[in-house]
T-cell receptor
Framework: DAKTTQPPSMDCAEGRAANLPCNHSTISGNEYVYWYRQIHSQGPQYIIHGLKNNETNEMASLIITEDRKSSTLILPHATLRDTAVYYCIVRVGTGGFKTIFGAGTRLFVKA | KAGVTQTPRYLIKTRGQQVTLSCSPISGHRSVSWYQQTPGQGLQFLFEYFSETQRNKGNFPGRFSGRQFSNSRSEMNVSTLELGDSALYLC??????????????FGQGTRLTVV
């Protein structure tokens, strides 16, 4: 599975968009980009995933660059409850769930 | 629908003892994975079970083992506990369609403290 690089921490003002970047320059053609988040002391929560097209759901948008070497998770209107560690994961969608999580980005949403 | 249920939520054990943790996946999910989370090492993959068979395994000593039952419920066991085994143990279940999984759902975890 491809390695990802994320900034260790970011701040965002409440109500503003939070843009979390992720670099995955060694991604392969059949690898997906997944995002999870973990709020303190809870299990990680699935947010969104994509292969090469931009994706949007009720929680967030995922923008993947054309060369697929980087992506951005966008929380359109961040709230205090979005304060969490966000994990960007790149892996194939088969072979079972054996995902390796990196250190992630700690997002602080401030009032 | 009910989420992933892990029991117990908290556990205190003594060094040298063994412990068994339980995970009930979401109905219809046949894949169950286990993770260990510590402040120093982050989230580390332990193993994954699918249809009662261990399909993937992380880099943990043989003291860590698991199994899955025919109803997809899973247990993990840690023998000869060490202080360093103190951690949050998380279970995740996922559903595969045609061999492709899209997302995994995590339980709240079992916090194990070894004294």
């Amino acid at each position: 599975d491809a390695k990802t690089t994320q900034p260790p921490s970011m701040d965002c003002a409440e109500g503003r968009a939070a843009n979390l970047p992720c670099n995955h320059s060694t991604i392969s053609g059949n690898e997906y980009v997944y995002w999870y988040r973990q709020i303190h002391s809870q299990g990680p929560q699935y947010i969104i995933h994509g292969l090469k097209n931009n994706e949007t759901n009720e929680m967030a948008s995922l923008i993947i660059t054309e060369d697929r070497k980087s992506s951005t998770l966008i929380l359109p209107h961040a709230t205090l409850r979005d304060t969490a560690v966000y994990y960007c994961i790149v892996r194939v969608g088969t072979g079972g769930f054996k995902t390796i999580f990196g250190a992630g980005t700690r997002l602080f949403v401030k009032a | 629908k009910a989420g992933v249920t892990q029991t117990p939520r908290y556990l205190i054990k003594t060094r040298g003892q063994q412990v068994t943790l339980s995970c009930s996946p979401i109905s219809g999910h046949r894949s169950v994975s286990w993770y260990q989370q510590t402040p120093g090492q982050g989230l580390q993959f332990l193993f994954e079970y699918f249809s009662e068979t261990q399909r993937n395994k992380g880099n943990f000593p043989g003291r860590f083992s698991g199994r899955q039952f025919s109803n997809s419920r899973s247990e993990m066991n840690v023998s000869t506990l060490e202080l360093g085994d103190s951690a949050l143990y998380l279970c995740a279940s996922s559903k595969e369609t045609g061999g492709l999984w899209a997302e995994a759902f995590f339980g709240q975890g079992t916090r194990l403290t070894v004294v």
